[in-house]
């Protein structure tokens, strides 16, 4: 059919013309001069801290486990919530020098100590569990 075929090669026209022209919108939209979005990946800042090891701290019976831990400066310690109700990791430092949001069940938290230092910590839902990281230098 005559109608057909025209509606199909306008159709094939069109598409092939934004075909064309998309690179060419690229351009447009992003002015000469503009700096790509920094990527995330690639432009890591010198000053993120790199943990050198790991340690845990396990959060149940509304208790921290162990209450005392003693690592070495750059550990990342991750507190994990085992207990079915919320629990929070917050230092005692004012301003807080780290505070956890709400950990539910299995939810972990974690926090790399770079500085040597005795940090005490607690739950701010129930203040009378606290416990306590002591950073030693590496
Ligand atoms: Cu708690």
Not at 5 to 15: D, E, F, H, L, M
Not at 76 to 99: A, M, Q
Request: net charge negative.
């Amino acid at each position: 059919m005559p109608i057909d075929k025209a509606y199909r090669a306008r159709t094939s026209a069109i598409v092939a013309c934004l075909l064309l022209l998309t690179p060419h919108l690229a351009y447009a939209v992003m002015p000469d001069g503009m700096e790509m979005p920094p990527s995330v990946t690639r432009n890591v800042p010198a000053n993120v801290p790199v943990a050198t090891s790991s340690d845990q701290v396990e959060i149940g019976n509304f208790s921290f486990s162990p209450m005392a831990l003693t690592v070495a400066a750059g550990t990342k310690v991750t507190w994990t919530n085992h207990d079915d109700i919320p629990h929070t990791v917050v230092s005692d430092d004012d301003p807080h020098l780290f505070k956890s949001p709400p950990l539910d069940t299995d939810d972990a938290y974690s926090v790399i100590f770079q500085k040597p230092g005795t940090y005490r910590y607690f739950c701010s839902v129930h203040p009378k569990m606290v416990g306590t990281i002591i950073v030693k230098a590496p």
